[in-house]
Nanobody, 124 residues
Framework: QVHLVQSGGGSVQAGGSLRVSCITSEYINSTYCMAWLRQTPGKEREIVASFYPGIGRTIYIDSVQGRFATSQDANRNTLYLQMNNLKQEDSGMYYC?????????????????WGQGTQVTVSS
């Protein structure tokens, strides 16, 4: 059982930056998928970034490409989502998630372990 604990996020004006952190209870090897997802009112939860830990390739959705970046610390138990040039439409609850890579990391069904969520609010 992998436990994920999030921190960070908060409120910022449009154009600003925020970072969300996710501490995992154990070392996440490359047989796992990791992702950052967000949920906004009235919409389904969407994967904004997905990756294989340790491989270093992240896939972003088009709307955040070039503005968001994932990273992890050397021991792979803390993950980060750096969000720059934030827009109002980026507002929502952000989650980190992990799951065994039994399918593409872009598939939501892969993820069985979830952080508690962190609110990000971007104002005009």
């Amino acid at each position: 059982q992998v436990h994920l604990v999030q921190s960070g996020g908060g409120s910022v004006q449009a154009g600003g930056s925020l970072r969300v952190s996710c501490i995992t209870s154990e070392y996440i090897n490359s047989t796992y998928c990791m992702a950052w997802l967000r949920q906004t009112p009235g919409k389904e939860r969407e994967i904004v970034a997905s990756f294989y830990p340790g491989i270093g390739r992240t896939i972003y959705i088009d709307s955040v490409q070039g503005r968001f970046a994932t990273s992890q610390d050397a021991n792979r138990n803390t993950l980060y989502l750096q969000m720059n040039n934030l827009k109002q439409e980026d507002s929502g609850m952000y989650y980190c998630a992990a799951g065994e890579a039994v399918a593409s990391c872009r598939m939501p069904d892969v993820y069985h372990y979830w952080g508690q969520g962190t609110q990000v609010t971007v104002s005009s």
